[in-house]
């Protein structure tokens, strides 16, 4: 299983970024996928998660309306669209897929300043 995440960035707030995380070594369509953050100090926290056809979202209180999360299972993808950005939201973002374990990306940093 490998989980590759990509498109983090340095952002002003109130900017967008997309997150990608693309998926290999397992069924991608028959599992649920999940985005995680984690800021300097705190725990890790989840932040969005889709079920295996895309049908079914589910999002952390502090970013609902802002976030939204898809995926492409014919691309084998995740993806997290973060709309206006708070500093708040600066974290080093992974991506999740829990089959017989949990399996992780390497994360993907985001920066949110002025």
């Known amino acids: 299983v490998q989980l590759v995440e990509s498109g983090g960035g340095l952002v002003q707030p109130g900017e967008s970024l997309r997150l990608s995380c693309a998926a290999s070594g397992f069924t991608f369509s028959s599992y649920p996928m999940s985005w995680y953050r984690q800021a300097p100090g705190k725990e890790r926290e989840l932040v969005a998660g889709?079920?295996?056809?895309?049908?079914?979202?589910n999002y952390a209180g502090s970013v609902k309306g802002r976030f939204t999360i898809s995926r492409d299972n014919a691309k084998n993808t995740v993806y997290l669209q973060m709309n206006s950005l708070k500093p708040e939201d600066t974290a080093v973002y992974y991506c999740?897929?829990?089959?017989?374990?949990?399996?992780w990306g390497q994360g993907t940093q985001v920066t949110v300043s002025s």
């Open positions: 889709i079920n295996s056809r895309g049908g079914t979202t």
């Open positions: 999740n897929a829990r089959l017989a374990r949990n399996y």
